[in-house]
């Protein structure tokens, strides 16, 4: 049986792992949300078998270790998920003839970050092929690693 300091072990190796590719933001949204807790809404026949003094319908608890691990897992494969959508939108937008009509073929479309910096993010056919590619890698060891979590062994 796997106990709360092994699951909190993995999150905090995943959390570093985060932490060492810039993903901080990811970081935040999970600990933001560990923070507010898992929110239980009672159902009015919920509510009517509590004593007097307890009638409140809508309380806050804690996540298990196990819980806060497979929220951040799940954060993950979201962000993987939603990323490679978009760059397969842009994998099509190459390959279509706006963008042939567009100076006869785009080589690659570039992003600037918003705060100002001046990081740029530059996707082109071959970058977008291999990030689907490392994406499906990446979705395989989350299904093992989601795997090995629920095994009880």
Not at 28 to 55: C, D, F, H, M, Y
Not at 114 to 130: A, C, K, L, M, P
Not at 138 to 147: C, Y
């Amino acid at each position: 049986m796997k106990t709360e300091e092994y699951f909190d072990k993995l999150y905090n190796a995943i959390i570093e792992i985060l932490r060492l590719e810039k993903l901080e933001w990811i970081i935040q949204e999970i600990e933001a949300r560990n923070r507010v807790g898992k929110i239980t809404i009672l159902t009015p026949e919920e509510v009517k078998n509590l004593p007097r003094s307890k009638k409140q319908r809508t309380f806050s608890t804690d996540y298990t270790s196990k819980e806060r691990l497979m929220l951040l897992i799940d954060a993950i494969e979201y962000v993987v998920t939603n990323n490679t959508e978009m760059e397969q939108e842009i994998l099509q937008f190459f390959s279509s003839e706006t963008a042939t009509q567009l100076s006869k073929k785009a080589k690659a479309i570039h992003f600037y970050a918003e705060d100002g910096n001046d990081n740029v993010t530059i996707v082109d056919r071959q970058s977008v092929i291999q990030h689907q590619d490392h994406a499906h890698d990446l979705k395989e060891v989350i299904d093992k690693l989601k795997e090995l979590i629920n095994d009880d062994n």
